[in-house]
Nanobody, 122 residues
Framework: QVQLVESGGGLVQAGDSLRVSCAAS????????MGWFRQAPGKEREFVAA????????YYADSVKGRFTISRDNTKNTAYLQMNSLKPEDTAVYYC???????????????WGQGIQVTVSS
């Protein structure tokens, strides 16, 4: 089992930056693919970014490419999502996910955090 806990969300203005973190426990973090998803009110949960256990491999949704950066620190069992140039349409609950497949589908991931709210005001 893997437990994931997100932190760092909040309310920011359009154009601001924010970093959310995901602390993992319970299993060897180094061998897990880490992903971020988000869900806005009334919408499906969507893929945002993923990072392979080999940190050089990353994948982003087109909507965040060039603005968001996913990273990980295997010594701290923590993954991060740095969000720059935030837009009101980035407002959502952000979920951390972990699994063994490097993909953008929800069922590529076996473990999920509880989610954290990110709100971007215009």
């Amino acid at each position: 089992q893997v437990q994931l806990v997100e932190s760092g969300g909040g309310l920011v203005q359009a154009g601001d930056s924010l970093r959310v973190s995901c602390a993992a426990s319970g299993r060897s973090f180094s061998w897990l693919v880490m992903g971020w998803f988000r869900q806005a009110p009334g919408k499906e949960r969507e893929f945002v970014a993923a990072i392979h256990w080999n940190p050089g491999s990353k994948y982003y949704a087109d909507s965040v490419k060039g603005r968001f950066t996913i990273s990980r620190d295997n010594t701290k069992n923590t993954a991060y999502l740095q969000m720059n140039s935030l837009k009101p349409e980035d407002t959502a609950v952000y979920y951390c996910a972990a699994g063994r497949r490097f993909g953008q589908r929800r069922n590529d991931y076996d473990y999920w955090g509880q989610g954290i709210q990110v709100t971007v005001s215009s």
